[in-house]
């Protein structure tokens, strides 16, 4: 048995190493191969341990949900004030021109076509329709009140135990004044807890309108008096009177607003192009706009406009969009859109 162990062990040696090895050269291999194996196990363990540090650097929390964190920035902001919402385009523009731009208003994909000035921030959540906004977006507000008027109460309801509170631009009179401009200024800036706010707009107002009558009188010191109209189509329009915003405005402005008639509750009355005939030559036109493409050049193509001559022998001028049933910002941007128009015809 030992004879066979014996030649068993000689047969292994002589496959792991040559027949002319010696055991001191079998020692320098073993160290050899112990500082390698050393070696590698040094180099690993530092990759990991470099590794680890690594990825210390990243955050390796889940991602957050994008709408959480704006909805966090959201509540940072709106905590420091009152969120109000207002469908009402003429309560929206004055607390936006104010300083306290609603967090939401309706229709805001066509508030440059018949508003224009002032700009909306670009976070205003547009609520849909306005007479009947969206109430399943509606209640994902954080509102902490709705201010509108009489033509939006009846959507209170979507708004659930917000409350709610009107302010109306509007003449109280047959003859709209400073005052019904001012007045409900005032009471925004109540509701908003900030008066101070609303008495500094409005005297900033006066400044700016009064600026502007300074710009106009000195390009077109002759001109005195307007007509406003606004055209529903080439032969029909709305003139507006004495109980709308445009006589406050050129009366600020050392104007005359000339009218045929009495106007309805909107500060309006409805004519025909002909009717355009009984103003005299010294009365310059003021057409507001939005006026569509088809509508003017039919409006150029008319043998009745044609006749009355504005643009030749009459003064006229195309205005940029102002809200009709604004505040006192549809005050300052008519009175700002005057100062810079260019007029035609007539004396002009």
């Known amino acids: 048995m030992f004879s066979i162990f014996y030649q068993y062990e000689s047969f292994k040696r002589s496959i792991l190493m040559p027949a002319s090895v010696t055991p001191i050269t079998v020692r320098k291999w073993q160290t050899l191969l112990a500082f390698i194996i050393l070696v590698c196990l040094t180099l690993t363990a530092c990759s990991h341990s470099a590794s680890d540090k ?30 109000i919402v207002s469908p009402d385009w003429g309560n929206a523009a004055t607390l936006t021109a104010m300083g306290h731009a609603p967090i939401a208003t309706g229709d805001i994909r066509v508030w440059d076509r ?7 921030p670009a976070a205003t959540t547009d609520i849909g329709i306005r007479y009947q906004p969206n109430a399943e977006l509606v209640a994902q507000l954080p509102v902490d009140m709705v201010i509108d008027n009489a033509f939006y109460e009846h959507a209170r309801s979507l708004y659930g135990d917000v409350p ?22 005032r009471a925004l800036g109540a509701l908003i807890d900030n008066p101070k706010m609303a008495e500094d707009y409005i005297v900033q107002s006066q400044k700016d309108i009064q600026l502007a009558s300074q710009q106009f009188q000195q ?21 507006y009177v004495d109980n709308s915003l445009f006589k406050v405005a050129l009366e600020q402005m050392g104007k005359e607003l000339v009218v045929l008639g ?6 309006f009355v409805p004519i025909r192009m002909g009717d355009l005939a009984q103003l005299d030559d010294e009365t310059c036109l003021l057409i507001i706009d ?5 509508t003017r050049a039919e409006i150029k193509n008319s043998l009745v406009w044609q ?40 004396a002009i």
């Open 54 to 83: 690594a990825i210390t650097h990243f955050d390796t929390s889940p991602p957050k949900d994008i709408t959480e964190t704006a909805n966090s920035h959201s509540d940072r902001i709106d905590s420091d004030r009152n969120n």
């Open 114 to 120: 018949w508003v224009g000035r002032p700009h909306l």
């Open 164 to 185: 709610a509170q009107s302010v109306m631009f509007a003449a109280k009179g047959k003859a709209a004044t400073w005052a019904d401009y001012t007045e409900p200024t």
């Open 219 to 239: 390009r077109y010191p002759i001109i005195k008096k307007f007509a406003v109209v606004q055209f529903a189509d080439a032969n029909n329009m709305r003139m």
């Open 262 to 267: 009495e106007g309805n509750q909107w500060g």
């Open 290 to 294: 939005p006026l569509s493409p088809i």
């Open 307 to 346: 006749r009355l001559g504005y643009g030749e022998r009459r003064c006229m001028a195309e205005l940029p969009p102002v809200w009709i049933y604004g505040g006192m910002s549809s005050l300052v941007s008519l009175a700002n859109n005057l100062s810079t128009v260019s007029l035609t015809g007539g």
